[in-house]
């Protein structure tokens, strides 16, 4: 029987804009953060990954506390969409501030005005936004196919605005000013866009009554859902799929970080810093090539686990073409087997939510309870803990390697070195890791089983 529709094509496309907003703050900030601070504000890269570590401590359980906030929250506008909206304004204040940090200033004070905003950034605002926009997968429809849709319109938009953004921001910052006046003026144009599309994303859905997301004439029926935070905490840990999620959104995201090294590999190694948005090309087309096509896959194939599996196989022997064609000094090579490698990569990134929707229904079919928006905190940790840490550990990484801070031409070999291991193995390895996971979350086979047996 046809799965009954509840979105139009412009509810789809609406909301997938709310990942405008969301990459106008991750793109700029993991793409260009790390150089900013070390060549522009001038300070030392491994004192700026520790405070990136430390302030991941105060994140640590910012996303469960968020996610069941989510669920506990009863208003006009739903569960997830205020905190969404709201928590954007936050994100803008926060973002503007890590890029406009006074010259002025002594350095202590630099890195505590640093430290101060990344972590109000990470821990509270971007985390509220984001775990209510992926939780809309969720509670918008609980059509599979929508969800599949929803993902892949929501990561088109967020690969164009990646790659928007990491084509054009190096230009721009010297077109308005260069040095630190060029990076405050480029980040209130990225944080007045974000606003904009966030409120759209906002106002393009609507969030479906309790009532109706309940129905399952097959499921537990446990109409208490006034969990406790650690009860929804130990709802989650409880469901291996969850948790399978968290590690591969957690490599997903220090694999960015280590692409994101690339504005270092190509100033210092390929000796021309332009190529990073020629790289990003390579990256962020074949991922939206392969985000518009997912759908009728995953609808041809009744499923997303092959695919996932499959389909990160290629992104990993891409990955490992890299790396040969990085030591052989082909840039076009490079180019070409770094758009192999992200069209593996892509099929993941479109169903991903749905995927996580189907996590959240194999906790509800095995107790009754459902905690959709604590469950999309897998989202908000990852990137927190895997684009932070990959950020940390990029900064410890070219400090211990003897990187030269500064707007310098010119670094060590020691640091050439890490930067080949950095950019060309580490992404590689990290593709590898995740392939082996994706081969265990079968989740969809997990809830037929469950179903059948009730």
């Known amino acids: 029987?046809?799965?009954?529709?509840?979105?139009?094509?412009?509810?789809?496309?609406?909301?997938?804009?709310?990942?405008?907003?969301?990459?106008?703050?991750?793109?700029?900030?993991?793409?260009?953060?790390?150089?900013?601070?070390?060549?522009?504000?001038?300070?030392?890269?491994?004192?700026?990954?520790?405070?990136?570590?430390?302030?991941?401590?105060?994140d640590g359980v910012t996303d469960v506390f968020f996610g069941s906030m989510i669920d506990k929250t009863k208003s006009k506008m739903g569960k997830a969409?205020?905190?969404?909206?709201?928590g954007f304004f936050g994100c803008a204040l926060t973002l503007f501030g890590i890029f406009a940090i006074p010259t002025s200033l002594g350095k202590t004070a630099q890195y505590a005005w640093f430290f101060i905003a990344y972590t109000l950034l990470n821990a509270v605002f971007y985390t509220a936004n984001n775990i209510a926009y992926s939780s809309l997968t969720a509670l918008a429809t609980k059509n599979s196919k929508e969800r599949v849709q929803m993902g892949s319109f929501r990561f088109m938009f967020a690969f164009g605005t990646s790659l928007?953004?990491?084509?054009?921001?190096?230009?721009?910052?010297?077109?308005?000013?260069?040095?630190?006046?060029?990076?405050?003026?480029?980040a209130i144009i990225y944080c007045i866009v974000g606003i904009v599309t966030n409120t759209l994303a906002v106002f393009s859905v609507k969030e479906l009554p309790d009532e109706e997301l309940s129905e399952d004439s097959t499921a537990v029926t446990n109409t208490d859902d006034k969990l406790s935070l650690v009860q929804a905490a130990k709802l989650l840990f409880a469901n291996k799929y969850y948790l399978m999620i968290c590690v591969v959104y957690i490599l997903q995201q220090l694999y960015g970080a280590m692409i994101n090294i690339g504005i270092y590999f190509m100033t210092y190694v390929l000796l021309n810093k332009n190529l990073f948005g020629v790289f990003s090309w390579a990256i962020n087309i074949p991922l939206i090539i392969a985000l518009v096509f997912t759908p009728t896959i995953v609808s041809k194939w009744k499923g997303m686990y092959k695919l996932n599996k499959y389909s990160y196989m290629i992104a990993t022997l891409g990955r490992l073409?890299?790396?040969?064609?990085?030591?052989?000094?082909?840039?076009?090579?490079?180019?070409?087997?770094?758009?192999?490698?992200?069209?593996?990569?892509?099929p993941w990134q479109g169903d991903m939510n749905a995927v996580i929707a189907s996590c959240s229904e194999y906790t509800y079919l095995k107790t009754g309870k459902r905690i959709d928006g604590t469950m999309y905190s897998c989202t908000s940790l990852g990137v927190k803990i895997g684009g932070g840490l990959g950020t940390a550990i990029a900064g410890w990484m070219l400090d211990l390697s003897g990187f030269v801070n500064g707007d310098t031409a010119v670094q060590p070999d020691s640091c050439i070195s890490m930067m080949y291991f950095m950019y060309l193995w580490l992404p590689f390895?990290?593709?590898?890791?995740?392939?082996?996971?994706?081969?265990?979350?079968?989740?969809?086979?997990?809830?037929?089983?469950?179903?059948?047996?009730?």
């Open 1 to 58: 029987m046809e799965e009954k529709r509840y979105l139009k094509w412009y509810n789809m496309v609406g909301y997938g804009t709310g990942d405008i907003a969301g990459n106008v703050v991750y793109a700029l900030l993991s793409s260009f953060v790390m150089i900013y601070l070390t060549n522009t504000v001038g300070l030392n890269a491994g004192i700026v990954g520790t405070l990136i570590a430390v302030s991941k401590l105060f």
């Open 81 to 86: 969409r205020p905190w969404m909206f709201y």
């Open 164 to 186: 928007l953004i990491q084509t054009i921001t190096v230009g721009a910052v010297d077109i308005l000013g260069g040095g630190a006046v060029g990076w405050r003026n480029i």
């Open 321 to 346: 073409f890299v790396v040969l064609a990085g030591y052989m000094g082909s840039v076009p090579l490079m180019l070409l087997f770094t758009a192999v490698a992200a069209l593996g990569q892509g």
């Open 429 to 454: 390895i990290l593709d590898l890791l995740i392939t082996v996971i994706l081969s265990f979350m079968n989740v969809e086979d997990a809830n037929k089983k469950l179903q059948e047996n009730m």
